[in-house]
T-cell receptor
Framework: QKEVEQNSGPLSVPEGAIASLNCTYS??????FFWYRQYSGKSPELIMF????GDKEDGRFTAQLNKASQYVSLLIRDSQPSDSATYLC??????????FGQGTILTVHP | DVKVTQSSRYLVKRTGEKVFLECVQD?????MFWYRQDPGLGLRLIYF???????EKGDIPEGYSVSREKKERFSLILESASTNQTSMYLC???????????????FGPGTRLTVT
């Protein structure tokens, strides 16, 4: 079993729709969870992080965490073509180490 | 403004050469990291450092070593480059880990290394 698994892509959604990105992790010691976005040929940039069970909203982005199910997700509302990128899920352990999933490629088509 | 720089964007080396990848951050961060990124495998941690002269192995340290003589600089060394080390190498830095707050890792632009 992989330490971090993300829904296999690519994921294609129409402009204006909600994109749902999922991630499961195996390390129950994970304390916080990061979502990074990576455009083709660029380095990852942080979208948001979450460390408490429940939802956390930031603009069009909502992260959801369920530690009992070892599940974290990212919802993107009103998806735009500029959201087309690879999204990386990364749980963090108590030593600050991030373990990255393989990423989900999202394409938002007009 | 946050800034992590890497010495080269593209590098081509021959098998058996010793390769140095340099990373510099100007944010006074304690933690620095080296990853490699390969299609289908995602980002994998090679080494990290939480203080000057301190280093810890990541998930795939074999064939690599690191050096951190100054707080702002973290070097990745390939002692004898091999073709399976052809990859994108990403450096990152962050503030010290806190129990109550999660500090993000800031990434450099990456170095695409090709070993022929």
């Amino acid at each position: 079993q992989k330490e971090v698994e993300q829904n296999s892509g690519p994921l294609s959604v129409p402009e204006g729709a909600i994109a749902s990105l999922n991630c499961t992790y195996s390390d129950r010691g994970s304390q916080s969870f990061f979502w990074y976005r990576q455009y083709s040929g660029k380095s990852p940039e942080l979208i948001m992080f979450i460390y408490s069970n429940g939802d956390k909203e930031d603009g069009r982005f909502t992260a959801q965490l369920n530690k009992a199910s070892q599940y974290v997700s990212l919802l993107i509302r009103d998806s735009q073509p500029s959201d087309s990128a690879t999204y990386l899920c990364a749980p963090r352990n108590s030593y600050g180490k991030l373990t990255f999933g393989q990423g989900t490629i999202l394409t938002v088509h007009p | 403004d946050v800034k992590v720089t890497q010495s080269s964007r593209y590098l081509v080396k021959r098998t058996g050469e010793k390769v140095f990848l340099e990373c510099v951050q100007d944010m006074d961060h304690e933690n620095m990291f080296w990853y490699r990124q390969d299609p289908g495998l995602g980002l994998r941690l090679i080494y990290f450092s939480y203080d000057v002269k301190m280093k810890e192995k990541g998930d795939i340290p074999e064939g690599y070593s690191v050096s951190r003589e100054k707080k702002e600089r973290f070097s990745l060394i390939l002692e004898s480059a091999s073709t399976n080390q052809t990859s994108m190498y990403l450096c990152a830095s962050s503030l010290e880990v806190s129990v109550t707050y999660s500090y993000e890792q800031y990434f450099g632009p990456g170095t695409r290394l090709t070993v022929t």
